[in-house]
């Protein structure tokens, strides 16, 4: 058979390790959908710890997301419209928190905010503590989050060029004019894009929130640290983290389906 546009010239055999990758991405996902009790899944949700967990995951995700959006959307703009040597370095130092271990990141910021260093001494002279606080949390999920969200709005605004806004500017727009009405406009689906990725990666953070927020309950301990204490033996039972992580699954997947939804391509 002659190959298509779309099958192009691939060799057939490849089709053995792209199934077998596959099936190691799938399968285990497979499993612990098999692995749920569906008569006690209302229940092993609703209970007071599950409960906690997921509110407070909740509610320190869609802070961190505000912080992302705050922060970010000036940074994007920032290495969107820098020169290239400015925006490389710039780039570089916000895609360093992706590779790097979320544990180590955790361990960076206690020594940050912690009472031994010097911010946090001055924070503590002050009367702040931020390290074990639901603050914590918040800064953890926001450190391992925003680099999603300024990566895809600065895609998103490299695409959309400059054309436009000297076009505006042009017309006697002033900058915030082009701004609100015409950069961040053409941007959109990669900002949407970026604050839905970015909301997903700091409602599923662990790592860096383990180290830095510790994980007491009702304070610090979100569904990922709820689902690691369970199958410790310890706070929610297995049922119930087998229950959040089919939740955290759910969510997974709903991001994917609303960033597809955003993409470009997908309004075609």
Same mark, same amino acid.
């Given at each position: ?21 596959l099936a190691l991405l799938t ?108 603050? =914590?949390? #918040?800064?953890?999920? &926001?450190? !391992? $989050? @925003?680099?999603? +969200?300024? /990566? ?81 033996? =310890?706070? #929610?039972?297995?049922? &119930?983290? !087998? $229950? @959040?992580?089919? +939740?955290? /699954? ?9 960033v597809r939804a955003w993409r ?5």
């Amino acid at each position: 058979m002659t190959p298509d546009g779309r099958t192009g010239f691939v060799p057939r055999i490849l089709a053995v390790p792209a199934i077998l990758g596959l099936a190691l991405l799938t399968l285990p996902l497979a499993a612990l959908v098999l692995r749920v009790d569906w008569s006690t899944l209302w229940t092993d949700i609703t209970s007071p710890e599950a409960v906690s967990a997921l509110l407070l995951s909740l509610g320190t995700g869609l802070t961190a997301t505000a912080v992302c959006v705050v922060l970010g959307v000036p940074l994007a703009l920032r290495i969107a419209r820098s020169g290239p040597r400015t925006s490389a370095v710039l780039r570089a130092l916000v895609t360093v928190p992706l590779v790097l271990p979320p544990m180590v990141g955790g361990v960076a910021m206690l020594f940050l905010f912690g009472r031994t260093s010097w911010l946090g001494g001055v924070l503590a002279e002050w009367g702040v503590r931020i390290p074990f606080t639901t603050t =914590a949390v #918040v800064l953890a999920q &926001t450190f !391992v $989050a @925003l680099p999603f +969200l300024v /990566l895809a709005l600065e895609g998103a605004l490299r695409t959309t060029g400059v054309g436009y806004e000297q076009a505006a500017a042009g017309l006697g727009a002033g900058r915030w004019t082009i701004l609100g009405r015409v950069t961040l406009p053409l941007a959109a689906p990669g900002l949407i894009a970026g604050i839905v990725l970015c909301f997903a990666r700091a409602i599923g953070e662990f790592g860096a929130t383990a180290l830095f927020a510790g994980n007491a309950p009702g304070v610090t301990q979100t569904m990922p640290l709820a689902i690691y204490t369970a199958f410790n033996g =310890a706070g #929610v039972s297995q049922g &119930t983290a !087998v $229950a @959040l992580s089919l +939740l955290l /699954l759910v969510t997974a997947i709903g991001v994917l389906l609303l960033v597809r939804a955003w993409r470009p391509e997908a309004q075609r």
